[in-house]
């Protein structure tokens, strides 16, 4: 998906944290930027458009002995009665014949739920004194009710818990400062939303400029199908209407012309395809597809073909795309004749083997030939089975440039005739439903499915780019990658 969030086969995901430090480090900017904006944006907010409020408090004595009773005989016990009629003092306080009264002797214009709602209760310290304050956007007006308050509670205490009565400590004061907005706190708590906001932000942009990668999608989604390997993206970027579509296939790199991300990527397809088959076997005979066109089928092949050569193995590509033929073209070979012209009338064809040869290696190929009009019936002749049989004693690997599934039925008619056939995807045209119609088609033939290769990723690219500044010219050199070899093509005779 990205470097910080992984999918893994279960539909699990395992989050990275070193790697999601790092994306955050490297967007701190930006972090700081927003944190800053947020921080000064709640601080001129609580400024200028929150009200402020003052309070002001009067402070009561509880004592639940009579106020005729011997005031100097007061005991341990007296004492803890009083501190548990604080909770009963407080409800008495705001009950609505208590601020009906204070209502009525300040004259402010309040019901009871807006005054109920502006006074706030408390004990001093688990003492038996407790505070009664009264917030407004008036100074003068909060002080004046909590005065009424003072003058109005005893009495209203008094009626209704005998035995006890109530003295002001403390009346109330006109308030100077602000009690709120607290400026500093609503900088602090939207600097802290910023902070966090601006985290989740890089994240989420992560997520979804990166999205879930194309293998990734694949494993989730196709759990029984191998990734063989993930080609980096290749070519230049096209002008064209169709901006999903940004490359082309003829604009890849062929053979000698790989560039060392590319190199490793298809020596990793080759070695996994030689785990598909068993050592015992003689020749192996493998389709190469694709849903749709453009998808990278034929780079594949032809790349595919050249890295077996460069491993020693006698390899045979062979265009079964009579439609669209484009291997000769890609190669610079003949068209004519091809395979086409072989099946028709072998008898009156020239030699249709292709010798590419390239500075370390060689590989046979066999074009397309001329456009039938049958291309169908022409794969699946008994024709192009015994071809395949005669040329599976002379090669290792036989590679078929097939025509694509999804657009129509050519590469089926061959699916009993090879031993696995690999399907390639590339990752700016994935569709899922496309590619599981695709999938269920060719396992409805039976067709063996070796993997799948997924072309022009663009996530394989930036992994690649890693590792190429210190090893490409090295590994390239050595192994020929980075050097043009003049490709040249040879005419053999027929075996």
């Known amino acids: 998906m990205n470097e910080w969030l992984e999918y893994i086969d279960g539909n699990r995901y395992v989050i990275h944290l070193g790697e999601m430090l790092k994306l955050l480090i490297r967007n701190i900017g930006v972090i700081i930027l927003v944190t800053l ?8 907010y609580s400024t200028f458009c929150v009200t402020p409020l003052y309070q002001s408090s009067i402070k009561m004595y509880v004592n639940n002995t009579s106020s005729v009773g011997d005031a100097t005989s007061i005991t341990s016990s007296d004492i803890t009665a009083s501190q548990d009629l604080v909770d009963t003092y407080a409800v008495v306080l705001t009950s609505k014949p208590t601020i009906e009264a204070v209502i009525e002797q300040t004259g402010v214009d309040y019901s009871y739920e807006e005054l109920c709602n502006m006074i706030s209760t408390e004990s001093i310290n688990e003492t038996e004194v407790f505070q009664v304050t009264v917030t407004s956007a008036d100074p003068v007006e909060a002080a004046e009710i909590a005065n009424a308050i003072a003058e109005v509670a005893p009495d209203e205490i008094m009626d209704i818990v005998s035995g006890s009565s109530v003295k002001i400590v403390e009346y109330a004061s006109v308030a100077v400062d602000k009690s709120s907005p607290n400026r500093k706190k609503y900088a602090l708590v939207g600097a802290a939303f910023g902070f966090v906001l601006s985290c989740i932000g890089v994240l989420l942009y992560s997520l979804l400029q990166n999205g879930m990668s194309v293998e990734e999608k694949i494993r989730r989604d196709f759990k029984d199908q191998a990734i063989l390997s993930v080609i980096p993206r290749m070519g230049k970027k096209s002008k064209g209407k169709h901006k999903k579509r940004k490359y082309t296939d003829g604009q890849a790199e062929l053979c000698e012309q790989l560039s060392f991300a590319s190199a490793e990527a298809y020596k990793l397809l080759r070695e996994n395809i030689s785990f598909c088959f068993s050592d015992d076997q003689s020749c ?13 089928k034929t780079t594949t092949s032809i790349n595919l073909a050249y890295t077996l050569a460069l491993s020693k193995k006698r390899v045979c590509l062979i265009d079964c795309d009579f439609r669209l033929p484009s291997v000769a073209k890609s190669l610079h070979l003949h068209r004519k004749p091809g395979m086409t012209n072989f099946l028709v009338t072998p008898s009156e ?4 083997l292709q010798k590419y040869k390239v500075d370390l290696a060689d590989f046979y190929v066999i074009s397309a030939g001329d456009i039938p009009p049958n291309p169908s019936e022409l794969l699946g002749s008994k024709r192009m089975q015994k071809v395949l049989e005669v040329l599976a004693k002379n090669f290792e690997y036989i590679i078929l440039d097939l025509p694509p599934v ?27 439903r496309t590619l599981r119609e695709t999938m269920r088609t060719l396992t409805t033939v039976d067709t063996k499915l070796l993997g799948v290769v997924v072309t022009q990723s663009s ?11 210190k090893y ?9 990658y980075g050097e043009k070899a003049g490709s ?3 005419h053999l005779g027929q075996e």
């Open 406 to 432: 999804g657009v129509v039925s050519d590469a089926l008619t061959v699916s009993k005739m090879i031993d696995g056939m690999l399907f390639v995807v590339r990752e700016d045209f994935y569709e899922r």
């Open 472 to 480: 490409g010219y090295k590994y390239g050199y050595q192994y020929g």
């Open 349 to 352: 064809s020239p030699s249709v």
């Open 284 to 296: 192996r005979i493998i389709g190469v597809t694709s849903s749709m066109r453009a998808e990278g």
């Open 488 to 490: 040249q093509s040879e």
């Open 37 to 44: 904006l947020l921080g000064s944006g709640t601080f001129a």
């Open 459 to 469: 996530t394989q690219e930036k992994e690649y780019k890693r590792y190429s500044s």
